[in-house]
């Protein structure tokens, strides 16, 4: 459904820092100093505002990257605490809710931005 996402940052290098070891790669950076992160044809991009006014991430939004196994979603959330982000919510995990069984981790980003890392066990 998507093509791709994009969050603001007013540190664009913090950020880089922080992804780079999020999604163990380094970005392309663009002529415009956006990171640019690419998998499965879905890309997730990191920009200063193009407005000129300070980056703030979404209250109540969410960003979630799908894994093939609940070890790539722990894998996924230690590179993001040692790049720089926050662990939030509770630990990484299987939930049971609305949506049925699933593998859940929670980070916030040096932004604020709320990140997810999900895997949906076969039901």
């Known amino acids: 459904m998507f093509s791709h996402i994009m969050v603001g940052s007013n540190h664009v290098e913090r950020s880089k820092k922080f992804y780079d070891s999020l999604f163990d790669k380094e970005a392309q950076v663009d002529d415009r100093g956006r990171l640019a992160y690419r998998n499965k044809g879905a890309v997730f991009m990191v920009t200063p505002p193009i407005d000129g006014q300070p980056a703030c991430h979404a ?16 894998e996924w959330h230690r590179r993001g605490i040692a790049g720089g982000g926050t662990a939030i919510e509770d630990p990484p995990g299987y939930r049971e809710g609305g949506f049925g ?12 931005n709320k990140l997810c890392g999900l895997h949906r066990p076969a039901q």
């Open 59 to 74: 209250n109540g939004g969410t960003i979630g990257f799908n894994f093939d196994t609940p070890q790539e979603v722990d």
């Open 101 to 112: 069984k699933l593998y859940l981790a929670y980070l916030r980003d040096p932004d604020g």
